[in-house]
């Protein structure tokens, strides 16, 4: 077994690790009530209030953990549990995603950056399996030139959907830490429940972080075989 394969097993193991640890610390911490009973519309509505931005919505959206901030109609977006729950897990989810909009209103780089990138990454993320696939096709069938230009522009795009999950990780990880300073300056969480909204984007943050590291790996894959070194 190749050490490419190696390291992709490696890390589809530690997505899964991850991804289990955080699904179990929402389930936990949704059940943990906050003591003043606000719920993640009012939490988000609040640390917009208290730090001046007045021209951000907080609306409710489908799905489960579907929460985001969308920074071109200047909405956040929280899904049912989260919007209308009064938890520890619904107040720090949406201090996050409001850590984005604050992000957003004084031009914080890495989101710059990111935003950016979305046009490319949406590309990219919608071709770039047909063209790695295509790519090793053509390798196996009309010879290395073609197959290998083909995959040579698959990994290119690649890179760049690679590139956009490293961008994230300092976006997602200061949106925590300015969701978390204001949560305990404003008294939203205390010393009984503010260790239970660290823990929980904690565990949302390592979700970034190996997601990134997967799509790396993968990448150092593709472009082993298209320099003719598998390993």
């Not at 059940?31 to 931005?53: C, F, H, Q, R, S």
């Not at 949302?204 to 990134?212: K, L, N």
Request: glycine share 6%; no cysteine.
């Amino acid at each position: 077994m190749g050490i490419y394969w190696i390291i992709l097993i490696g890390t589809a193991v530690a997505s899964w690790l991850v991804s289990s640890n955080f699904n179990n610390k929402a389930k936990k911490y949704s059940k943990i009530p906050l003591d003043n009973g606000m719920t993640g519309k009012e939490v988000a509505e609040k640390m917009l209030y208290d730090n001046d931005i007045h021209n951000v919505t907080v609306q409710v959206t489908t799905g489960t953990l579907s929460d985001n901030f969308n920074p071109a109609n200047k909405t956040i977006n929280l899904s049912k549990d989260v919007y209308y729950g009064n938890s520890v897990l619904a107040a720090s989810v949406a201090a996050h995603e409001t850590g984005h909009a604050l992000q957003h209103a004084h031009a914080y780089g890495p989101l710059s950056m990111r935003s950016a990138l979305v046009p490319v990454v949406t590309f990219a993320s919608k071709w770039v399996t047909w063209i790695i696939l295509g790519g090793l096709v053509l390798m196996g069938q009309a010879g290395n030139v073609l197959g290998r230009n083909v995959l040579l522009a698959g990994v290119a795009l690649f890179a760049m959907t690679t590139v956009f999950s490293f961008i994230t990780l300092p976006v997602e990880i200061n949106a925590s830490q300015r969701a978390l300073k204001w949560l305990n300056s404003s008294g939203i969480t205390n010393s009984s429940n503010h260790a239970a909204a660290v823990d929980s984007l904690k565990a949302a943050a390592y979700t970034y972080v190996v997601a990134a590291l997967s799509s790396l790996a993968s990448l150092l894959y593709y472009a082993s075989i298209a320099f003719g070194r598998r390993n």
